[in-house]
């Protein structure tokens, strides 16, 4: 099974800072088949990008995914106040596994 | 748009039995494989069983195996979760998730419902 480990577990962080979040695959990731969602208490889960790198409809282009292998970031370039939410990565390459989440709080 | 409702959770006892629903709406819904994810308290999430579009071929996390029943109704727009033997570590949020594709292979989760809450104890 492939573990993600997402660090930090909480960024505090100003709105129109940019935030940068990371997850490291304990194994390489199968053609980089890596998702990040973000979700809200009491919400559905939101899918942001997929296949490491690519937004999902209707996400804005201040969210970018990057990375390979092992190691993937998500960025958010100037953060607005509706982005303070819980992140978490997720592989679909071989089954399905998912981190354990990073809190993005407004410092 | 894509709206994906849960249902059916609850408090049951160790051993008991429940089913939970998802239905779908603002999608070709047989066009499309569905799974359950599920999130303990204070936990991350886990990903328990898939479901192709046809319902012909079904996936489960080991361990679920053998208690926990995926099933669909294309007619009705609903995917289920028939939990049987439940044990206080199935207790969760029970979320419903839509695949991006027919198959659940290498495909991401595109569209979540807001979850159920299932509670098992006594």
């Known amino acids: 099974e492939i573990v993600l480990t997402q660090s930090p577990g909480t960024l505090s962080l100003s709105p129109g800072e940019r935030a940068t979040l990371s997850c490291r695959a304990s194994?390489?990731?199968?053609?980089?088949?890596l998702a990040w969602y973000q979700q809200k208490p009491g919400q559905a889960p939101r899918l942001l990008i997929y296949?490491?790198?690519i937004r999902a409809t209707g996400i804005p282009d201040r969210f970018s995914g990057s990375g390979s292998g092992t190691d993937f970031t998500l960025t958010i370039s100037r953060l607005e106040p509706e982005d303070f939410a819980v992140y978490f990565c997720?592989?679909?390459?071989?089954?399905?596994?998912f981190g354990q989440g990073t809190k993005l709080e407004i410092k | 748009e894509v709206q994906l409702l849960e249902s059916g959770g609850g408090l049951v006892q160790p051993g008991g039995s429940l089913r939970l629903s998802c239905g779908a709406s603002?999608?070709?819904?047989?066009?499309?494989?569905m799974s359950w994810v599920r999130q303990a308290p204070g936990k991350g999430l886990e990903w328990v069983s898939s479901?192709?579009?046809?319902?012909?071929?079904?996936y489960y996390a080991d361990s679920v195996k053998g208690r926990l029943t995926i099933s669909r109704d294309n007619s009705k727009n609903t995917l289920y979760l028939q939990m049987n033997s439940l044990r206080s570590e199935d207790t969760a949020v029970y979320y419903c998730?839509?695949?991006?594709?027919?198959?659940?292979?290498?495909?991401?989760?595109?569209?979540w419902g807001q979850g159920t809450l299932v509670t098992v104890s006594s």
């Open positions: 603002g999608l070709t819904f047989s066009n499309y494989a």
């Open positions: 194994q390489s990731v199968t053609s980089d088949y």
């Open positions: 296949d490491a790198s």
């Open positions: 998730a839509k695949y991006s594709g027919y198959s659940p292979h290498s495909a991401r989760f595109d569209y």
């Open positions: 997720q592989q679909y390459g071989s089954s399905y596994t």
């Open positions: 479901i192709s579009g046809s319902g012909g071929s079904t």
